[in-house]
């Protein structure tokens, strides 16, 4: 019997615009080539489940849950490692034994190296005129094209704000090709609004927007205007909206809107970028007006999200023409004033680095700590010039600390790893405080962008003397695939669905290995055969390389990594201990033999080990130290996981999941003002997570502060209309109110 073939898989973690070009982008696949496929449409978003865009049918029989999604994606090949296929032999070769292909392109048609351009072009066309849309929606639609497709040119403005300003999460990201400031689009449309024989129509997802410019451009259109949507849900008027736009002859919006794109590449019509469309001299006038705005009329701006994207235009400006001061001014007081956007923060720090401000940084930092939200990647700037200016000020242990953090939080972003290396290089990271691994594989992964980092970042500490750049340094990538278990995230998965390891191994396999160098290749290949799930060549390599080489600690180390993954503990504790007494400086390898107690259920064991190795005070990583919390807690001493979570959290404050463990165990040690500060604080960032908003109930409740818990889940309920946990908590909650109050009475009579 033949196996199974795989299945496409659409999905894409984003709104309206970036799902539909997902979703058409599989069907067009799905047509050209025969093949099934599902749509996984997650509930969130403010979106639904499908069933207010699509036919019922449709979704009936395509539609997938998160379980299911998550099955498959486990079986899963992302499209950027597929889109390369060279024939279609190549491309179906990916969906064999029941292997599946994940869509998620946020933009354009996607077409494989062999398929004929204008026979995708034509099947994409045929998609999207039979898209099985909701039959309400689908009768909008065609009254719609009807009214704009009367002969006259129909220009559409796409001004983007929405959530890019006022989601918790998208206003702590910068956006500059989704958010264009009004002064772009002001001069682009006073120059360019042309006369009775076209319709301009401005399409924007917030109603200030659209108030002001129709106040200063009478003759502009807009979709309210042109739509009659009174008996549509949003999720529909949005979706109207896109194919609205999409009729149009052209569309002037900002570079990288997935909306106002989709709508581009639905349509097919042309398609300007707002910036390039202004000249430089009108640019520059319009940027100097924000700066100016920004540092002397902040009440001009509509909240905390417009002022932090406007903040990326007037950075980008002010340093460009020679103003650096004039921007880290303006930004330090936003943030002083208690501007709480992520990026913003790693922004401020990077120019004030670059000015030369190395203890004025130090003096912001607990400004930023006082509320930062959400993304790690601004959390890990920040440490990173926070501990290059503690360096460069002369405490070098405070700064090596904060490097660590950043490095953990994202080891393989460019500058961050760069950075590692150089620390590496010159011995401020060693065996004893950093991860290790083998230098002979090291050598050929080079850092070939080290130049370039060291330039445009550490020029200055160069100069000072604080780092050193006089030979090789490592790359550190080969210590990400080292060890996955001790970085922020499973990086492990991570690259095993992007298809980055089975690319190493066939890199490896097209190498000749000296004698000399043949167990360095064979562990190494053994090592990423285990990261790819292939057990028995894993087994017989690592096995040969240890034979080969017995004196040497990675070797051990990767052997244990292959027993502990199969199952034989002591076999793993065995070659873990084989390695530690070949390298008994080698921190990590401690940390990796506690990570293997405590997996096993030795939580004692696993204590020990771990309590011990942190309070040398060496090995700093978040991960270290969380699983030394976790070890600690599981093997009865509450007091040694508190103190070490507190410390991991003071380097990684962003862990939702530990905060909540730190305040759990907090409340069990009787410290409840202690556990209500922390959950304070996380709420602040991670309220859609249930779990945090059900400690802080129930030790509100215990406090008897039931009505202050009542009022705090109906704004939850409120955000988050999809937790039903809230909705349940609450209901709960509201029986319980009047009896407290009985016995509250009751005790004010006596």
Known sequence: MAPERGKLIAFRADRMGGRLIALLNTLRFARSHDLPFVVHWRDSDGLGDGTELFHPDFVRDHFIDKPTYQAMKAKATAIGTVIHSPDRARFLSHLEGGMHVLLDPPFDVLRLPFEDEAEVARTFRAVVEELPLNPVLARHLATLRERLRDGRRTVAYHI???DLTSDMRA???AWPNKFVPDEFFETHIRANLEGDGTRTVLFSDNASVLERYTGMFPDLLTFARIADTSELTEVQRDALELFAMSLSDLIVAPPSSAFSSTAKTIGGGDFRDVESEITPEARHAALDLLADRLRDEPHLF?????IGQYLVYACEHLVKTGRRGQFVETARRHIEGGLNIAFVHAMTLREMFFDGQYQQICDLRPAIDRGFVAFQRSFAQVALYHGLALLMLGRREAGLEQIISAFW??????????LAGLLRAQGDFDEGNFWITDPEIERLFP??????HVRNFYSAAVEAGVLRFDKMVPTNRVMVWEWPDFTRSDLRSHYKFRGHFRTILKILERRDWTPAYRPHSDSFTGMIALREGDLDRARQMLGAAVAARPDVAIFHKRLAELHHETGDHAAALAAMDAAIALAPGASILRAMRGLFQWRAGDAAGAAETLVALVDEGRLRF??????????ARDAGRPEDAVRILEQALRLAPLNWRKQCDLAQMKADLGDREGARRVLDWTLQW??????????NTDLMVEAGQIDQAVTRLERLMVRHPDKAQYARRHK??????PKAQGRKKAGERT
């Open 302 to 306: 509509a909240n905390e999200g417009e």
């Open 447 to 452: 850092n070939r962008f080290i130049v370039d």
């Open 171 to 173: 206003m702590n990201r």
């Open 686 to 695: 991670a309220d859609d997570h249930p779990p945090l908003v059900m400690l």
């Open 732 to 737: 709960k909650l509201i029986r319980m109110a």
């Open 160 to 162: 983007r704000r929405g």
């Open 409 to 418: 939080h994202e080891p393989v972003e460019g500058e961050i790893n760069a």
């Open 622 to 631: 978040p991960s270290v130290l969380f699983l030394a919390a976790d070890a």
